[in-house]
């Protein structure tokens, strides 16, 4: 079992920058592939990136590719998500998620592969 806490999100102008945090507990996170989503209401939900639980292998939607970085820490059992270049169409609340299969190099675009996920945190992203 994990469960995920995110932290980071808020209101910032166009052009800025925003990192989120995602703290997971359990002892295992360090063997989980995890994910960054978005949601707006009235949308589906959209993936934005992911890392796999070795932290060497990456994988970004088109529409945050060159803006957004995944990165994790898996001493402080923590993924980040560092977002550049922010514009307006990038205000969604974000989650994070964690998968617990897959080899090193594993990463997965499907919400539907991840069985655990944070409570979400809003990014308004002004013009």
């Known amino acids: 079992q994990v469960q995920l806490v995110e932290s980071g999100g808020g209101l910032v102008q166009a052009g800025g920058s925003l990192r989120l945090s995602c703290a997971a507990s359990g002892r295992t996170f360090s063997s989980y592939a995890m994910g960054w989503f978005r949601q707006a209401p009235g949308k589906e939900r959209e993936f934005v990136a992911a890392i796999s639980w070795s932290g060497g292998s990456t994988y970004y939607a088109d529409s945050v590719k060159g803006r957004f970085t995944i990165s994790r820490d898996n001493a402080k059992n923590t993924v980040y998500l560092q977002m550049n270049s922010l514009k307006p169409e990038d205000t969604e609340v974000y989650y994070c998620?964690?998968?617990?299969?897959?080899?090193?190099?594993?990463?997965?675009?499907?919400?539907?592969?991840?069985?655990?996920w944070g409570q979400g945190t809003q990014v308004t992203v002004s013009s």
């Open positions: 998620a964690a998968n617990p299969y897959g080899s090193r190099w594993y990463t997965s675009p499907t919400d539907t592969d991840y069985d655990y």
